[in-house]
């Protein structure tokens, strides 16, 4: 088994918007995305097994056991949002060529849904903590681009976005499908609540979403409490003499 798609139900949506965002650093895209199934109800309508997640099981809190796989959902419009799917999961392949093949089959089953818009949502690693996260964007045309600057998001001119944060708009180009990636400000060094709350209030301004942020907000707050402690104990360290042949550490400045 390289990959497998489970299709569980067949929704029917009209022009589905495609949310997606899986693990990676600060959890930034998949905390924004868990919130969005929360908040949104939304439904599993399919699951994807691969062989090349890593080889091991999911415990639950009711004691039963699983494998590692990644799920799409569905969120039917109301007057407050259009119809949605979201995808998210346990990890993101080991290997680049699952991460290409998965990307190419996600996008598939969801433009046979009727899907025209694919957005990812990751982190913007800086390596430094701040108090109000930025929200930086690429898209997969000029225009796009340009309505995300209008959001208030910074545009990208240079950089990568790894994983399949990035490759799936970059599959969602070549299908002819519009994409855009959204990624929060972090320090890359813990879970960041407060990026992902930045990310989402961009994207609900995008698709006029009305987001409850409050369990958001609480964890936001959590992780600030954290920044403080570990902002604390870098000053502390920082009054320490750099001993002889000793360069201080540089924070890492890339983008995932």
Known sequence: MTVEIRILQKPGLNNPILICGLPGSGYVGKLAVDHLVSELDAI????????????????????????????????????????????????????????????????????????????????????????????????????????????GVVKMS???????????????????LTGASLLGETSGYIIDAKASQAVLVILSQLLSIKLNLANLESRAKETESVIQTIEQMRMRSQEKPIGKGEQPEKGPGYIS
Do not use: C, W
């Open 158 to 176: 240079e950089g990568t976005i790894t994983g399949m944060n990035g490759v799936l708009i970059g599959v969602a180009k070549k299908k002819g």
């Open 44 to 151: 599993p309508i399919g699951e994807v097994y691969s062989s090349s997640f890593p080889p091991q099981i999911i415990i639950k809190p009711d004691g039963t056991s699983e494998l590692m796989k990644n799920v799409l959902y569905a969120v039917t419009a109301n007057q407050s949002r259009p119809d949605l799917l979201i995808f998210t999961g346990d990890s993101q392949p080991i290997s680049p060529d699952a991460n290409y093949e998965i990307s190419e089959r996600v996008v598939e089953v969801a433009h046979e849904l009727g899907t025209e818009t694919v957005f990812t949502l990751a982190a913007y690693i800086t390596g430094a903590f701040v108090k109000e996260p930025k929200v930086y964007g690429t898209a997969t045309s000029v225009d796009f681009a340009k309505e995300l600057e209008r959001k």
